[in-house]
Nanobody
Framework: QVQLVESGGGLVQAGGSLRLSCAAS????????MGWFRQAPGKERDFVSA????????NYADSVKGRFTISRDNAKNTVYLQMNSLKPEDTAVYYC??????????????????WGQGTQVTVSS
């Protein structure tokens, strides 16, 4: 069992930056592919980014590519999402998730086993 807790959300103006953190407890994070998803009001939960166990490979949604960077520090059992050049359409609740997979980077939420409670990101225009 893995417990995930996100932090770092908040209110920021368009063009600003935020860094989200996802701290894990219960099991070592290095056992999991880690992902970030987001869900805006009235919309489905969408894939944002994910990173392999070692951190050697990452994947991004087209909408955030070039603006967001995912990273992980397995020694600290923490995953990060650096978000730059934020836009109002980035406003959502952001969730981190852990996938117990042995290959690839899942992009579907159904393939993730553990989820955090989410952190709100609001970007004003």
């Amino acid at each position: 069992q893995v417990q995930l807790v996100e932090s770092g959300g908040g209110l920021v103006q368009a063009g600003g930056s935020l860094r989200l953190s996802c701290a894990a407890s219960g099991r070592t994070l290095s056992n999991y592919v880690m992902g970030w998803f987001r869900q805006a009001p009235g919309k489905e939960r969408d894939f944002v980014s994910a990173i392999t166990r070692s951190g050697g490979t990452t994947n991004y949604a087209d909408s955030v590519k070039g603006r967001f960077t995912i990273s992980r520090d397995n020694a600290k059992n923490t995953v990060y999402l650096q978000m730059n050049s934020l836009k109002p359409e980035d406003t959502a609740v952001y969730y981190c998730a852990a996938a117990d997979v042995t290959r690839g980077i899942p992009m579907l939420s159904k393939n993730y086993n553990y989820w955090g409670q989410g952190t709100q990101v609001t970007v004003s225009s």
